[in-house]
């Protein structure tokens, strides 16, 4: 659940009275070179669990690098998505081993709630440059060399698979398109798979960092919980008649809402 100071405690800005968090460490101060003095002396009201409660910046971001994922994620930000920071906050829930923001360097971090700086944010001006990287990106092969880790894009498209029933790939990079025109076409041409969610109400599409979040739960029930689930085990899902399955977060044709 989120944590209202989150934003503002990182800077050091004065505490309302109902900041989340803990105050002063009582007693005798704990031994260690992870601990804060000043956050020890004055509390800590940061967006953290409470592992890392009391403990240095560079300390925590240190222990993130022991365990994090084989997953990466990417976003597209050809417009300055507002969803780009909700998704980076959730990289970092589901421990994504990086972020990468694709297009403008500049991105609104509001939505992050300072969960950035505890990540690794690697930013590519083009999409070209995304794969280059990805090319060398994976883990090295019998002989030492590197190898390449796989794009897997998430949007509703006309021949897209279901992401319920996908093999998603250990090393990965997770790439989400913009809220709206979803992943680029070029995007779309780098990627070895394109996966949507499968939806059952009335609405066309979902927003586009809850479409982020259900793709990185998908991976962890998949690589950390060992939760395969075997295809012929699902239903066919019903199928929408009406066109093309929208990008998440757009708005479709015939949606009601554009009728005159």
Known sequence: MGERSGEDTERGEPQREDAVGVGPWPGPWPQGDHWDPDLLRDGDRRNVVD????????????????????????????????????????????????????????????????????QHELHHPAVAD????????????????????????????????????????????????QEGPGLSEEVRAACTQVLHIEQFGSTRSINAGAAAAVAMHAWVRRHVFGQEVPAEKFPEPAVDPGGPRPSPGCTHPTDERNQP
């Open 51 to 118: 592992r890392y409660r009391y403990w240095r910046h560079d300390a925590i971001v240190a222990d993130l690098d022991t365990r994090r994922h084989d997953f990466h994620v990417a976003i597209e930000n050809w417009g300055h998505d507002f969803n780009i920071g909700s998704v980076v906050r959730t990289a970092n829930a589901f421990g994504a081993k990086a972020f990468h923001i694709v297009g403008r360097r500049r991105w609104n971090r509001r939505g992050a709630m300072v969960t950035d700086r505890y």
């Open 130 to 177: 995304l794969v280059a990287w990805a090319a060398t990106a994976g883990p090295p092969d019998d002989g030492g060399r590197p190898t390449g880790i796989p794009l897997v894009g998430i949007d509703n498209l006309p021949g897209s698979l279901p992401l319920e029933t996908a093999v998603l790939p250990r090393h990965c990079v997770l790439v989400f398109g």
